[in-house]
């Protein structure tokens, strides 16, 4: 327990802890420069002490907003204790974590220099006064004041720039433990601007500027590659897109339409072998190809569309579990037919589970994928390039996701998914839209698939299973789905880029993965349902009383406004 | 001339069990006509298999002339028959502008679509000033109106309202039969079910009553609030 203190012992507290937390990541931490992101200098941060950095600097903010600081208060309208309790959590969880890991890798407190000891009080009295101070949450913020529309769109640019440099900390923080201090410390630090009210303002302020919101997303996904000089992390984040890809395009049949498909992972797997298939490789079965990118890619879409009409067909009058479990039957169906599909134990078409191997680079207006190109003196490697190919399919994702969802088409989906025999009474034929979603969806990740192939060189059984270590199987693409949050577009984006960081990082963890991630799923269905990013309409699902009460609110506010 | 919809010999069965049990009735364009009896006489099973949710094992639906027989539920709103379903069935976590949007599916003509939308609100002001909000949240009341405003939304030649007073406070329920002799009133044809005998009496010009899956009664709303034995069974009276 945390003793009550009057309120000025707490505010010098935090004041105090927020000075020094500042200081603290320009001290060294440990002698050796044998601990990852060398901790060893004075003057400049390095490695973990950014997080510690980061941490301490918005903890400062909303201490300034607390004191009343003119201006700052605004940057908190919901309340800025409970923000800075958050913010202080982040610097808390980060630095300890550091000093810990000196501690544990290096073996003893011993190699823990004065300044991490600091560092490691700081962040302690910083927490400790935020916890002490009486809480002003506001449930009423007032609304944001309208900003000029370019002011609004170089808002929404900087904001993703910003978290685009979030994550790319993570795709490049190349130390578990570096990781492993990331993780809580981006946690809190996202959860102490939504206490403060930010992300409500930041989503009100993208729900009036959607065109904006979708050029500075691209924009600064652009960025990532002219931040990077190899190849390491470019083929990290290409494999999250891949993954991203195909798990927005679950979230059409999942979040959408409320179909629980559980092999969806054979549709990536069907674009994978189409492309390769015409790909021109030497282990393809068909003497056939290269064909340019948007034919590999008409057909792969094509023949996953056929194969999701043809499964969707006699699978889609089943409901809830039973899809779940004929559709996880499809999903191994797939992965074993490709499996036995090598000239012994059937016809020769997939070289069984060898594969089909040494696909060639794609070819797409002329570019090869697989060559360097100078771009505005930038050299683009390899992976690079399939980074700009892969944010283009994204993007056609997203504006296929975005129509479909806000059209007379995705109300009957969401119908469907709310009440069956109320939609049907409506006149919305059930059977007929769940085909159209469970097609689109088939397609979306056949075109996924066909740069998947290009990319990884290959289409072997092993890629698409039901469950495995590493994405994308069917039970990871619904995992990103669920845990970033159903019918949304950021959440499976954010859940995807989670779930293929974590495994990726904590390699050491391997043998216990699928436990932890079982625990994950567990704790994440009891605290936050709704997933990382609610849609509207799922958190009345899982909390209709607030947003009841909230949503009461809000009509009284109107209609005396 | 022959009547909007006709029921002949109409048998319903779940499985071995006839929920009904060959019934034959008629609605007349323009009437407001109620079925009206206990707790699983077959009154909803009868709703259910005229907007083709139910397929009958024996009879004949006619309604415009044109057999149901065959007819899958999403096509027979399409001909103009409207089904306010038991317990409302709104869609819960769609705005109730969307929810008004949904009745109107099969209808492409965007500028009738607007016009209704707006008579809707003119008749329920209480959904205006809700339109934004998810449906979940309104009070039982709001959503019984939502689920009749929903049902006009198809401009339906025949409305079928089942118990739209069910789990409302006695002003609400008041206020919803209210509206029902209004839509009568503006020409609307309806079959209402309902367990409140006296309100749904009082505004049929015909009236059914149903007893484990057979028509026992008939006649004018009026004749059986004064039949001796109606008043005794529905009416609560010695």
């Known amino acids: ?561 | 001339m022959t009547a909007l919809l006709e029921v002949e010999d109409l048998r319903v069965a779940y499985g071995k069990v006839e929920a009904v049990k060959g019934i034959s009735f008629r609605v007349e364009e323009g009437q407001a006509v109620t079925l009206i009896g206990t707790n699983g006489a077959g009154k909803t099973t009868t709703l259910h298999t005229l907007s083709g949710l139910l397929a009958p094992s024996a009879g004949r639906i006619r309604f415009r002339g044109q057999d149901l027989a065959g007819v899958p539920a999403h096509q027979v709103v399409a001909l103009g028959l409207a089904h306010s379903p038991e317990g409302r069935h709104i869609f819960p976590r769609l705005s109730v502008e969307e929810n008004l949007l949904l009745g109107a599916f099969l209808r492409k003509d965007a500028d009738g679509i607007a016009d209704d939308t707006e008579r809707a609100y003119v008749l329920f002001p209480r959904l205006r000033e809700r339109r934004t909000q998810a449906a979940g949240t309104l009070s039982g009341g709001e959503q019984q109106m939502l689920a009749m405003a929903r049902a006009l939304m198809c401009r339906p030649r025949l409305l079928m309202l089942d118990e739209p007073s069910m789990g409302l406070s006695p002003l609400m329920m008041k206020k919803i039969m209210a509206t029902v002799r209004e839509l009568k009133a503006a020409g609307t044809t309806i079959l209402l079910v309902e367990q409140n005998a006296r309100a749904a009496l009082a505004l049929a010009d015909q009236a059914y009553v149903m007893e484990t899956g057979r028509l026992v009664l008939s006649g004018s709303g009026r004749t059986l609030l004064d039949d001796d034995s109606v008043r005794k069974a529905y009416l609560g009276e010695a």
């Open chain 1, 1 to 561: 327990m945390i003793p009550k203190t009057s309120t000025p012992a707490a505010r010098a507290l935090v004041v105090c802890g927020a000075a020094l937390s500042l200081v603290s990541p320009f001290l060294a931490w440990t002698w050796t420069s044998r601990y990852p992101g060398n901790l060893t200098v004075y003057g400049y941060p390095g490695g973990s002490q950014l997080l510690t950095l980061a941490g301490a600097l918005l903890a400062a903010v909303f201490t300034a907003a607390v004191l009343g600081v003119p201006g700052l208060r605004a940057l908190a309208p919901a309340g800025a204790v409970r923000a800075l309790r958050a913010a202080s959590l982040a610097a808390l969880t980060a630095t300890w974590i550091t000093v810990g890991a000196i501690a544990v890798d290096l073996g003893g407190v011993v190699n823990v220099e004065p300044g991490g000891w600091l560092a490691a009080g700081a962040v302690l009295l910083l927490a400790a006064g935020a916890h002490a101070l009486p809480d002003d949450t506001v449930t009423e913020p007032p609304p944001a004041a309208r900003l000029p529309r370019a002011a609004e769109g170089a808002l929404i640019t900087v904001v993703f720039l910003a978290a685009m440099y979030v994550l790319t900390y993570g795709i490049t923080t190349d130390s578990a433990q570096d990781f492993l201090a990331f993780l809580p410390a981006a946690g809190f630090g996202v959860r102490a601007l939504a206490a403060a009210g930010l992300t409500a303002r930041f989503g009100a302020l993208t729900a009036r500027n959607r065109i904006a919101v979708a050029v500075a997303a691209l924009a600064s996904a652009l960025v990532f590659p002219f931040t990077q000089t190899g190849d390491q992390y470019t083929a990290i984040a290409d494999n999250i897109l891949v993954f991203a890809a195909v798990a927005l395009g679950l979230n059409i049949v999942v979040g959408l339409v409320g179909l629980l498909d559980l092999g969806y992972v054979a549709f990536l797997g069907t674009g994978a072998y189409t492309a390769a298939l015409v790909s021109g490789s030497t282990f393809s079965t068909f003497d056939i190809g290269p064909w340019p990118f948007w034919a590999t890619a008409l057909l792969g879409m094509g023949v996953s569309l056929v194969a999701g009409l043809v499964i969707g067909a006699p699978t889609l009058r089943l409901h809830g579990d039973y899809l779940a479990i004929v559709t996880l039957g499809f999903g191994e169906i797939f992965r074993i037919t490709v499996n036995n599909l090598d000239g012994t134990s059937g016809p020769r078409l997939t070289n069984g589970p060898n594969g089909i191997n040494s696909v060639p680079n794609l070819t797409v207006f002329g570019f090869d994928l697989g060559t360097r190109h100078t771009l505005l003196g930038v050299t683009f490697g390899r992976f690079a390039n399939y980074y700009l190919l892969l944010l283009a399919v994204i993007a056609v994702i997203v504006f296929v996701y975005a129509r479909a969802g806000n059209s007379r088409i995705g109300r009957a989906w969401i119908a469907l998914r709310e009440d069956e025999k109320a939609a049907t009474a409506m006149g919305i034929e059930g059977f007929r839209y769940k085909l159209l979603a469970f097609g689109l969806g088939a397609s979306l990740a056949g075109l996924a698939g066909t740069v998947m192939a290009h990319l990884q060189t290959n289409a072997v059984p092993e890629n698409y299973k039901f469950a495995d270590t590493a994405p994308p199987n069917s039970a990871f693409l619904l995992a990103a789905v669920v845990l970033g949050g159903m019918g949304t577009v950021s959440g499976p984006l954010v859940g995807a880029a989670l779930l293929y960081l974590i495994p990726a990082k904590f390699a050491f963890f391997s043998q216990y993965q699928m436990m932890l991630f079982g625990l994950a799923l567990i704790l994440m269905m009891r605290f936050r349902p709704e997933g990382l990013v609610p849609d509207r309409r799922h958190r009345l699902e899982f909390h209709d009383e607030q947003v009841a009460a909230a949503e009461a609110r809000r009509t009284a506010a109107e209609a005396t406004a």
